[in-house]
């Protein structure tokens, strides 16, 4: 049974900082890309950071560059994303998935909410 499991969400003001983390299991976690995603409600589902299997190589969100780094512990199983310079449009629900740009699971997690507001 594939879990996800997001934590870290919050309520931080404009230009705040916060780290969200994904614990994986049942999967072998450091054969898979992982992927972050936010939903704002009303929006999509949007793709914002994915980090390869080693985490060797990043990518982003136009939006989101240079404020979020993701970054990876094969051996606990959990991918992180660090947020700085936290802007309202920020504010929304953030998932983790498998994947190099592709969410692999269907299953999702129940994401972790963050909201930005002063």
């Known amino acids: 049974q594939v879990q996800l499991v997001e934590s870290g969400g919050g309520l931080v003001q404009p230009g705040g900082s916060l780290r969200l983390s994904c614990a994986a299991s049942g999967f072998t976690f450091g054969s898979h890309a992982m992927s972050w995603y936010r939903q704002a409600p009303g929006k999509e589902r949007e793709l914002v950071a994915c980090?390869?299997?080693?985490?060797?190589?990043?990518d982003y969100a136009d939006s989101v560059k240079g404020r979020f780094t993701t970054s990876r512990d094969n051996g606990r199983n959990t991918v992180y994303l660090q947020m700085n310079k936290l802007k309202p449009e920020d504010t929304a629900v953030y998932y983790c998935?498998?994947?190099?740009?592709?969410?692999?699971?269907?299953?999702w997690g129940q994401g972790t909410q963050v909201t930005v507001s002063s």
């Open positions: 998935n498998a994947g190099w740009k592709v969410a692999l699971f269907t299953n």
């Open positions: 980090i390869t299997r080693a985490g060797g190589s990043t």
